[in-house]
């Protein structure tokens, strides 16, 4: 198991910036998949963005696509999510989450979460 730790949410205006960090711990991370969902108020959980272990493959949401770039830095253990161009539709709480070896885009298919971290874009 892998514990995960999400920072860098805050409050932007729209067309501004933000980048969110997700650093484990207990396990290599390289050993994982990775991804980042969110979820907005009265909404269910959604997927932004996921990596491979090594880092080769990426997917990203429909809504983000060209906008965030997701990332990892294996000598800290660490993923990133850099969100560009943000706009108040991507208010939410954005959380990582890792999957050993498979990557996938389901939610259902992770097996460890951080506690999140809200991200409020202001019109």
């Known amino acids: 198991q892998v514990q995960l730790v999400e920072s860098g949410g805050g409050l932007v205006q729209a067309g501004g910036s933000l980048r969110l960090s997700c650093a484990g711990s207990g396990r290599i991370l390289s050993l994982y998949s990775m991804g980042w969902f969110r979820q907005a108020p009265g909404k269910g959980r959604g997927f932004v963005a996921a990596?491979?272990?090594?880092?080769?493959?990426?997917y990203y949401g429909d809504s983000v696509k060209g906008r965030f770039t997701i990332s990892r830095d294996y000598a800290k253990n660490t993923v990133y999510l850099q969100m560009n161009s943000l706009k108040p539709e991507d208010t939410a709480v954005y959380y990582c989450?890792?999957?050993?070896?498979?990557?996938?885009?389901?939610?259902?298919?992770?097996?460890?979460w951080g506690q999140g971290t809200q991200v409020t874009v202001s019109a």
């Open positions: 989450a890792a999957r050993y070896l498979v990557l996938t885009t389901s939610d259902l298919e992770y097996s460890d």
């Open positions: 990596i491979s272990r090594s880092g080769g493959t990426t």
